[in-house]
């Protein structure tokens, strides 16, 4: 329990609180329809309030719907304990930005933490308390859909990234103006998934866990966030939700964290299906775990009761708990739900945040903001000189997404209007000056029973009747009026997200057919990509001239991708994922262990490798974006070749911008340790710094390197968890990105 702001008052409720009043606050509710006049006031959420039986409510729509429902709260509330209010707010609020993966990409902490500050200050005016944001949860597996949501797959850059959210949500306190308690989730190796398939389990060496999947975590509970979430998955056999020692253990122990941990959405009850006993069962296998809130499943309402009178004594799940430690858990958990409402200075004041006041952002703020994300997520692939576009040069847009707007807004927009969306269409026109020719050339996909699964959350996907001779007919005629043609191609909304695993992460086949027609006019093809995952492009950058990897970009995604290709923004994204070169290339990362049998980049008889890939065929590295200029990097330094365990080692790179255009360049620093007690990476990410550099400036940036970058953990088990630093050579590689980089090395004394 949080004891620096209204510990006192927690106590004094605890002291006064039934035993039900204490189980009803662990109850967390869907706000569904939420309360409505008359005589239908009687809905079951209403019910639920008026006895006095719901924590916190999430998915409200509105100030006043949050009030309404914060009035009849207080009413069916002896003690006058108010609910705190929580919605989905991923990448943006009503002002949607680029999707995570897509900020991800900007490598700009300052930028990622503005947009979660702005998203935090239009979620609050509407009487949000809280937000499950950020997702945290490292991903290497292109078909899992939520890679969407995710920092990437690199769990330094995702720490980064949990320190920034955090801090642009919360500001110094969650209860302060315009700002929310963020959630860390999902707790944990969520994005970890046996074959990219959403909600499946991770099995994984412990070092992995502490390692790659856990940082993230450390990073947002060290920047102060004051809620976890839970996954659905298991670990290691053991699903999260009754993962005591990576809750209670890990989370609490470790890292200190003393906020409130809630389930997923009916994640508590899954755990039948997961195999560990009666719905009884496993709602005090939750509670005893950590989990303090059952979010929709009312598990804790419907068996904490009898639980706490009687106990449990079930051998079958391997769990004997007396009554009375049932009552403990249950206070441990309402204390902590109480701390957090404490946290957010409602116990002081049931109003909190429920004023109006301070009114929402200026949205035209908001929607500039959006449109720097977009621009400084788009990663440059490819450019054989075609961008910037000159000026008066004859330009057709042609692809099914040239003029989309649902679709752009990526996947976790609850609060978002597809109306709100600039199409690439009139972003290209409006800074041009007139419309480019059009087509669409295809359909996005053409299986009738893909567009229904595409269209679940609203229709997003139309198809064009036309057969597709006659589209791709269209559009050969377009491309050949035209000097430049930017094709846009890319991902439904609903391709990525939540249970949207792709078995074939790659460009839909329409869209392939659509590429090879229009390249075999000839006509120079500038092609724009927006998904929401690492989508497999080998084969498609063979034919174009340039590539812009632009993801799902929010409100202003598709006029960001237009600064760009006018040249009114520079590119600066970089890859914070690996694109494999084939989509069967899945799971990959920069981070990957050796072998014994090392993969040289292409095919070759007993090493590892894929037979059918081809040749040419190469992935787009984790940390890869090119620029509109060029950025020299002389050899790295170190001040000295070797170096005692408590001493610090400069690293420095001198950069150049050596072409006519401004860059912003981020420099990366990659380590591996080629002789350790266990296998390590081949090179990790270790550190970053972005930096501006005018045309033909000459910057030189400095590294600060401790021995604590070479520590790894070795982890026969979680409990015997511990982290060693060996004396000993190890490789620095400093570059523009995960593949081209320069090699120093340094050795630590012991
Ligand atoms: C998702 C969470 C989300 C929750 C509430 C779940 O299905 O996994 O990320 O916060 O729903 O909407």
Not at 536 to 552: E, F, I, N, P, T
Request: glycine share 10%.
């Amino acid at each position: 329990m949080d004891r620096r702001r209204g510990g006192e008052t927690v106590d004094r409720l605890m002291a006064q609180m039934t035993l039900a009043e204490k189980i009803g606050q662990l109850n967390l509710l869907a706000a569904g329809e939420g309360l409505v006049t008359g005589a239908a006031t009687a809905t079951p959420l209403a019910k639920r309030l008026d006895a006095g039986q719901v924590g916190a409510i999430f998915g409200t729509k509105s100030l006043a719907s949050a009030r309404d429902l914060q009035d009849r709260a207080l009413a069916g509330s002896r003690l006058k304990i108010p609910l705190f209010f929580a919605e989905d707010v991923i990448h943006g609020h009503r002002t949607v930005f680029p999707l995570p993966i897509a900020l991800a990409a900007s490598w700009d902490m300052a930028l990622i933490e503005a947009t979660a500050g702005f998203a935090a200050a239009e979620a609050s005016a509407e009487g949000l308390h809280q937000v499950y944001a950020p997702m945290i949860d490292v991903s290497r597996d292109a078909r899992w859909g939520r890679m969407a949501e995710s920092p990437g797959e690199d769990p330094h850059l995702a720490g980064a990234i949990a320190a920034a959210m955090t801090r642009g949500l919360q500001g110094d306190d969650p209860a302060s103006p315009g700002r929310v308690a963020a959630c860390l989730k999902h707790f944990v190796a969520y994005g970890a998934p046996l074959s990219g398939r959403d909600y499946d389990n991770a099995s994984l060496a412990w070092e992995d866990l502490l390692e790659i999947y856990l940082p993230p975590f450390a990073e947002g509970v060290a920047a102060g966030a004051a809620s976890v979430m839970a996954a659905f998955n298991a670990v290691n056999k053991l699903p999260m939700h009754a993962h005591e020692p990576l809750i209670e253990g890990w989370l609490r122990g470790t890292t200190g964290f003393e906020g409130l941990v809630v389930s997923d959405y009916t994640g508590i009850r899954e755990l039948t299906a997961h195999g560990l006993g009666s719905p009884a069962t496993v709602a005090l296998r939750a509670l005893a775990a950590g989990i303090d809130m059952d979010m929709v499943g009312e598990d804790y309402l419907a068996h904490l009761p009898a639980l706490a009178e009687a106990g449990l004594d079930a051998p079958e799940a391997g769990l004997s708990v007396p009554a009375e430690r049932v009552r403990a858990l249950i206070d441990r958990a309402c204390a902590r739900v109480l701390g957090f409402k404490a946290r957010l200075g409602l116990l002081g004041d049931p109003w909190r945040g429920l004023t109006g006041s301070p009114p929402a952002p200026d949205r035209a703020e908001g929607r500039a903001l959006a449109r720097k994300a977009a621009a400084r997520s788009a990663v440059l692939l490819k450019n054989d000189g075609l961008l910037p576009l000159a000026p008066g040069a004859r330009v057709a847009l042609i692809g099914p997404l040239a003029r989309d707007r649902a679709n752009m807004l990526g996947t976790w927009s609850v609060s978002g209007r597809a109306a709100d969306v600039t199409p690439l269409f009139e972003a290209m026109t409006a800074i041009a000056g007139r419309p480019p020719a059009h087509a669409p050339g295809c359909n996005l996909v053409e299986e009738d029973w893909l567009v229904d699964r595409l269209n679940v959350h609203g229709v997003t996907v139309t198809r064009d009747p036309r057969p597709e001779a006659e589209m791709l007919a269209e559009a050969v005629a377009v491309a050949q009026t035209a000097d430049v043609v930017v094709v846009a191609l890319g991902e439904a909304k609903e391709h990525a997200g939540e249970s949207s695993s792709r078995l074939c992460p790659d460009l839909p086949a329409p869209q392939r057919r659509l590429l090879d027609a229009l390249a075999a006019t000839g006509a120079p093809l500038v092609i724009a990509v927006f998904a929401g995952r690492a989508l497999a492009l080998g084969g498609v950058d063979g034919r174009c001239g340039a590539l812009l990897y632009a993801w799902h970009g929010g409100i202003a995604g598709p006029e960001g991708v237009a600064d760009l290709i006018f040249g009114r923004a520079e590119p600066s994204g970089r890859l914070p994922v690996t694109l494999p070169a084939a989509p069967g290339q899945t799971p990959v990362s920069h981070a990957e262990d050796p072998t014994g049998r090392p993969w040289t980049g292409r095919f070759v008889k007993f090493r590892t490798g894929w037979l059918d890939l081809p040749g040419d065929r190469q992935p787009y590295p984790f940390g890869f974006g090119l620029s509109y200029t060029e950025v020299d990097y002389a050899p790295p330094r170190l001040s000295a070749a070797e170096a005692g365990p408590e001493d610090r080692v400069r690293l420095s790179v001198t950069l150049t911008n050596t072409g006519p255009r401004p860059a912003t360049e981020t420099v990366q620093v990659y380590l591996s340790d080629p002789e350790a007690r266990i296998t390590r990476p081949a090179r990790h990410l270790v550190a970053f710094r972005q930096v501006d550099l005018a045309p033909g400036a000459t910057r030189e940036v400095v590294f600060e390197i401790g021995a604590d970058l070479a520590r790894y953990p070795l982890a026969p088990s979680l409990e015997e968890a511990r982290w060693v630093r060996d004396p000993g050579r190890v490789v620095l590689h400093v570059g523009p990105n995960s593949r081209d980089t320069r090699p120093v090395e340094l050795t630590w004394r012991a």
